[in-house]
């Protein structure tokens, strides 16, 4: 990644993305365990898929994960400059933000979750951002590099004892908080349809949502060329008032909205799928 960062720094950006074509091929041979999650994938997506189509989709994955790697470098360190956003839906995030409720945004390990949720960085309010780890050296300085260069941002552990009680706090003070919809962290959890299969996704957001009636919205962004992306964004529940009875419905609702438009949009970007293990049968 140093590398990568001086490269950036130094050299045309044509010849920085053909550099990232070394690790680009060791993952798409050498590492395994990613191989049979997206030969996995792909089968669901292709069921008569032979070994040269898997091969040919892996490494376009593969690709597709480097670049927007690289993109969120050139982000992180020149700037925006040169990039190009289609945006569709996602005004409806400030507007959910105006009615002083607060907002709890979903996001998925699809695309480029960064851009995904760059309209934050307009937000004149509190962000919390909740992760399911930084216990890894790495992971925790960029989280900490995080915190420094925005003063609104709060990253949150998932696993901080009395979490749902501030987050909720947090929201009756019109702040954002981000999570995200396709990684199951706790007992909450639904096991929905999903690309031809049944697979677990977390409902921790949504019960906030039903508790504190915050508005959820949903946020995509998927590469459409060089640095050039379509984002997306839908409501998946306005912020009406609930009962408890109704309270369970209401829940399994939204992440059945939300489990619908994630696999729509990855049908149309297959390659920018980035759960690299099996996502099906995970636990």
């Not at 670049?67 to 945006?87: C, P, T």
């Not at 699809?110 to 780890?133: K, M, P, Q, R």
Request: charge should be positive; hydrophobic fraction near 45%.
């Amino acid at each position: 990644m140093r590398f990568i960062a001086l490269c950036i720094r130094l050299l045309p950006r044509w010849l920085v993305y053909g550099i990232s074509w070394i690790p680009v091929w060791w993952y798409a041979v050498v590492r395994r365990d990613g191989a049979a999650a997206s030969d996995g994938f792909q089968r669901r997506i292709d069921p008569r898929s032979g070994p040269l189509r898997r091969f040919a989709f892996r490494l376009g994955q593969a690709r597709a994960f480097s670049h927007v790697i690289l993109d969120n470098m050139y982000l992180g360190l020149l700037g925006a400059e040169g990039f190009r956003l289609k945006q569709y839906g996602t005004e409806l995030f400030t507007r959910a933000l105006r009615r002083g409720r607060g907002l709890i945004l979903i996001s998925a390990h699809v695309g480029n979750w960064h851009l995904a949720v760059n309209f934050l960085s307009n937000v004149e309010t509190t962000v919390h951002l909740v992760i399911d780890d930084a216990r890894q050296a790495e992971v925790k300085r960029q989280m900490d590099r995080a915190k420094t260069m925005s003063a609104h941002l709060v990253i949150r552990q998932a696993k901080q004892e009395g979490l749902i009680f501030e987050l909720r706090q947090a929201l009756q003070r019109g702040e954002v908080v981000v999570l995200a919809g396709d990684r199951v962290i706790g007992e909450r959890r639904s096991r929905l349809a999903f690309f031809g299969g049944r697979a677990w996704f977390p409902t921790t957001a949504y019960y906030l949502a039903a508790i504190a009636r915050a508005p959820v919205c949903t946020a995509f962004s998927f590469r459409t060329g060089v640095q050039r992306y379509n984002c997306y964004g839908y409501m998946l529940f306005d912020g009406r008032e609930s009962t408890r009875s109704d309270r369970n419905q209401l829940i399994d609702a939204m992440a059945r909205r939300f489990a619908d438009h994630l696999e729509t949009h990855v049908h149309c970007y297959p390659r920018q799928w980035f759960n690299f293990y099996d996502f099906w049968s995970a636990e």
